[in-house]
């Protein structure tokens, strides 16, 4: 067991955190208050490598592991958490073709998505479908060399910018097992796109539904064989779980600097707010759980890395551990500023409205639990 980061992965942790310095902290405000999606610093991401990072190197991956990614996602989500979270919903999708797509689908795909001159979604929910994932009703008709998808999906990052959808839709029996995943891009007739969602946070993405009707896709954008859909939707979220706790640990370790920052500065009573005991053990609290929930992000992501049979466990309770501290140590954050936090001249309230949702997303921290139970029980 060994804590220590190699230099390899110093190396791009420390480049990831210069970027999102330079690149993306110095916008994230503007993005965030005139919901910008921010097109060529995305691009400048993937000029790094992180919009592959665990694609292979054959169409411009990075080649790396999870514990890699939650490095690089834990530094560019301290400068903006919206920003970072799209940057892992890309790479899922991305992943998802690279290790279950055929060469033919790898070669056609890949390379203008590792350069981020195609943007992925992934394209599970539905509005009668969320933590009941296998219940989605979104349905793909064999009709000779095509598909015809009727449906729609729900909350999709990326809808109507994206370039590639990467969708679960029923092609059998009702239940996992009657689920396919297919790959529709943009501009196939028949698909279209809903407004525009007014969201509480990650307002650097866009988010709609995306609408099938008679929209015909070829068969030969299937994503592995009939039936594998579900299980291959459950393998990109295992790693999109991990990405979104660091998401988290990064939004949470940027608020606790500024909340020991502002604590140092501002006095009351004649003292620093540091000063005093109560807000010295808040703070130890807070850094606490927010070291906590690395250490279980990092020894989930390695071993997914590795192939164990708890990796699937592990990744729910880094997730669940991860966004529900993750969102407290902010809102301790904010709470130590005062009405200070709750301004937009300060950041506090930008995160704390973007990490609201990790607790929502790849699954709520109640499916978390449930998936955790039933590794416990056997269920």
Request: charged share 20%.
């Amino acid at each position: 067991m060994d804590f220590a980061l190699s230099e390899e992965q110093q190396a791009f942790r420390d480049t990831a955190r210069n970027f999102a310095q330079q690149e993306m902290a110095p916008n994230a405000a503007h993005w965030d208050e005139n919901s910008v999606f921010p097109v060529d610093t995305l691009r400048q991401a993937a000029a790094l490598g992180f919009a592959g990072i665990y694609v292979g190197e054959e169409f411009g991956g990075s080649g790396l592991g999870r514990l890699d990614a939650a490095l690089i996602f834990e530094e560019l989500s301290a400068a903006c958490p919206s920003t970072a979270a799209y940057i892992s919903i890309h790479n899922m999708a991305s992943w998802m073709i690279d290790r279950f797509g055929n060469a033919e689908q790898r070669a056609r795909f890949l390379p203008k998505l590792t350069a981020m001159e195609h943007f992925a979604s992934y394209c599970l929910t539905e509005p009668g479908a969320g933590s009941d994932a296998a219940s989605l009703r979104t349905r793909a008709e064999r009709d000779g060399d095509h598909y015809v998808l009727n449906g729609s999906k729900a909350f999709i990052s990326g809808g109507g910018t994206s370039d590639v959808y990467v969708c679960m839709v029923r092609t059998g029996e009702p239940g996992p097992k009657g689920i396919s995943c297919i790959v529709v891009e943009k501009g196939t007739p028949g698909l279209s796109f809903g407004k525009q969602e007014h969201k509480l946070g990650w307002k650097s993405q866009p988010t709609s539904a995306v609408i099938f009707e008679n929209c015909r896709v070829p068969v030969a954008n299937r994503i592995g064989e009939e039936g594998e859909g579900f299980r291959i939707a459950m393998k990109g979220l295992d790693g999109g779980r991990l990405n979104i706790a660091a998401c988290s640990v990064g939004g949470a370790r940027f608020c606790l600097e500024q909340a020991v920052a502002y604590t140092t500065e501002r006095k009351q009573f004649g003292k620093p707010l540091n000063a005093f005991q109560a807000l010295q053990f808040k703070l130890a609290d807070m850094a606490t759980e927010l070291d906590a929930a690395r250490l279980m992000l990092h020894r989930a992501a390695s071993s997914l890395d590795a192939g164990s049979a708890e990796a699937t466990a592990h990744c729910a309770m880094a997730k669940r551990f991860a966004t529900d501290a993750g969102f407290q140590v902010v809102n301790e954050a904010l709470q130590l500023h005062g009405g200070y936090g709750y301004i937009k001249e300060y950041p506090i309230e930008r995160i704390f409205r973007d990490l609201r949702v990790h607790q929502i997303l790849e699954g709520t921290n109640e499916i978390m639990r449930v998936i955790i139970a039933r590794h416990l029980t056997g269920g």
